[in-house]
């Protein structure tokens, strides 16, 4: 079993930055992505950026890239995204999320609870 929990979301201006956490616990399959999503309200559920913990593989978005950075400290057990120059189209729930070999490549097994963030003046 994996448990996660995010963290570091909140409201900022546009063009501002934020960086969000994703603590993990539990079993960690090394080789398997841990992904970040987000949706906004009224959206569907959108992937944002997704890495591999032993490797640091990393995938971002067409949307985000050169904006948002994922990183992982295997140390710590923790999967952050650094996010530069947001716009108000970021604005939604972002969550983390873990794959393992019961789901992947078809799904994400395991996800957060979601951090805010908002991008507004």
């Known amino acids: 079993q994996v448990q996660l929990v995010e963290s570091g979301g909140g409201l900022v201006q546009p063009g501002g930055s934020l960086r969000l956490s994703c603590a993990a616990s539990?079993?960690?399959?090394?080789?398997?992505?841990m992904g970040w999503f987000r949706q906004a309200p009224g959206k569907e559920r959108e992937f944002v950026a997704r890495?591999?913990?032993?490797?640091?593989?990393?995938v971002h978005a067409d949307s985000v890239k050169g904006r948002f950075t994922i990183s992982r400290d295997n140390a710590k057990k923790t999967v952050y995204l650094q996010m530069n120059s947001l716009k108000p189209d970021d604005t939604a729930v972002y969550y983390c999320?873990?794959?393992?070999?019961?789901?992947?490549?078809?799904?994400?097994?395991?996800w957060g609870q979601g951090t805010q963030v908002t991008v507004s003046s």
């Open positions: 890495i591999i913990w032993s490797s640091g593989s990393s």
């Open positions: 999320a873990a794959a393992s070999p019961r789901g992947w490549p078809r799904t994400y097994d395991y």
């Open positions: 539990g079993s960690i399959f090394s080789t398997y992505p």
